[in-house]
């Protein structure tokens, strides 16, 4: 074979090849050391999926995930099942739905003494150990695991994680984070220690800030900045708090570059829930947070590995949350649990084959936290470019089913159940066989 067909087999093989070598068990032997690749999932909390540069917003300005979407494989229809919190992070640690993982309210039922409520929360807490949660997967091929920011489930140990930081302690304020909560807000000084002290393992970080969720109290040039760019404060606050989980995201991605690392890190992003800022007010608008709109549901997913992922940016394929446990598994060496109904993102053929991702609402609270049913509000499925919403009563008595077109109307306005019956009937059909309600 000559030098030339070498060079261009070589370049070929590292475009493409390197993409599906990903799909194997054994696909830590591909990465550009020998060693499994450690992995860095950034989680945001509460952002519209607009509210980026690279998504188009035409004022907040986020220069490191923009660059970090530049460098990886960008899904821009990306999807969350549920727009509450502790239920999509649950999803994102478990690889499950929420009625699969059984925690699909943030909290128990509201009105209960104080003893009860406390029993209850246990309660809920248990479910992530009956699962098998990301970080113990990992663990065993050797990883360890940090927990920081967002963490309703208790101790971090309770999840599975090696090392952490929420206490999970009622007694001392633990609830969704406790000291977790601090990370980014406070510095990264925490991360950074556990990288050093790793001491060259393999390893899996949670980095799930309370950013840009509520307080919005951005660095006061921040503030600044985007003040001048609105009438509304709330909304130069939130835009200002966008632009600061950035700036924290660009302290890790630089340490991991300053300390040799970003070669055999994948990273990973998206967002727990969608927000849209209430101009009159600290609160959400209607069709962002808790609702069954894009608005609450739709989040950017990007999955960066320099030298084994070729950067790409697919606008078209629905991809969802639940696809990131079964992908982080196969790129680490492990398999995901037959119980996880996602796709390995890193497959071409896998996406290919995917037309269709699905989700549920539930009330913030509970009625029977033992029972998903009974906190169902809504059901929805996406199909291509159509979208269905379908109420669940009596939580939702008044509810209509919504059909929307979402390629030529993606902020859904215009309900088309009414005109298109046939399309709201397959796609109903489809419903039922994800998940069949009694």
């Known amino acids: 074979m000559s030098g030339v067909a070498i060079i261009l087999l070589a ?9 599906t070598l990903c799909l194997s ?5 591909s990465s550009p ?12 909390d509460d952002q519209g999926w607009t509210d980026f540069g690279f998504m188009g917003h035409p004022i907040v300005q986020t220069p490191h995930l923009d660059r970090l979407a530049s460098e990886g494989l960008l899904f821009t229809r990306g999807y969350v099942p549920s727009s509450l919190c502790r239920p999509s992070l649950a999803t994102i640690v478990t690889g499950l739905f929420p009625h699969q993982h059984k925690l699909t309210t943030n909290d128990p ?12 929360r246990e309660a809920q807490i248990r479910y992530i150990e009956q699962v098998p949660t990301l970080p113990r997967l990992l663990a065993r091929k050797g990883y360890l695991s940090l927990q ?18 929420t206490h999970g302690d009622p007694s001392r304020g633990g609830r969704h984070g406790d000291e977790g909560l601090k990370i980014g807000r406070e510095g990264l000084r925490p991360i950074f220690e556990f990288i050093e002290q790793a001491g060259g393992k393999p390893w899996f970080i949670w980095y799930a800030p309370f950013l840009p969720h509520t307080p ?16 509304s404060l709330f909304v130069a606050r939130y835009w200002a708090m966008c632009e600061w989980f950035d700036h924290t995201c660009g302290e890790l991605i630089e340490y991991l570059e300053r300390k040799g690392l970003s070669r055999n890190t994948l990273v990973v992003f998206c967002v727990d829930n969608g927000w849209i800022q209430d101009p009159a007010s600290n609160n959400f608008a209607p069709k962002s947070k808790r609702s069954q709109y894009d608005g609450g549901i739709r989040t950017p997913i990007i999955l ?33 649990t037959a119980d996880m109904p996602g796709i390995n993102l890193f497959d071409p053929a896998a996406r290919a084959e995917r037309s269709a991702v699905f989700g549920e609402v539930f009330l913030h609270s509970a009625l029977d936290i033992h029972d998903p049913v009974k906190n169902l509000m809504y059901r929805w499925c996406v199909d291509g470019w159509w979208k269905l919403i379908v109420p669940h009563a009596p939580n939702v008595p008044a509810g209509k089913i919504e059909l929307y077109d979402l390629k030529n109307d993606p902020h859904e306005t215009v309900n088309l159940a009414v005109e298109k019956p046939q399309i709201m009937e397959q796609l109903r059909v489809r419903l039922e066989k994800w998940w069949a309600v009694p």
Request: aromatic share 10%; net charge neutral; with cysteine.
């Open 11 to 19: 370049l070929f093989w590292g475009f493409f090849g390197g993409i």
């Open 33 to 44: 050391g020998t060693e499994l690749p450690n992995v860095l999932l950034i989680i945001g």
């Open 216 to 231: 919005h109290n951005p660095p006061a040039d921040l503030l600044g900045k985007y003040r001048q760019k609105t009438d």
């Open 109 to 120: 039922p509201d009105g209960l003494p104080r003893a009860e409520t406390l029993r209850l």
């Open 304 to 336: 960066r590995w320099p030298g084994v992922i070729p950067p790409a940016r697919d606008e078209s394929t629905p991809v969802s949350s639940v696809d990131l446990a079964p992908t982080i598994l196969r790129v680490c060496s492990g398999e995901p």
């Open 148 to 165: 920081t920011g967002k963490w309703w489930e208790g101790h971090y140990r309770r999840g599975g994680f090696t090392h952490g930081m």
């Open 25 to 29: 068990a054994d696909t830590a032997a």
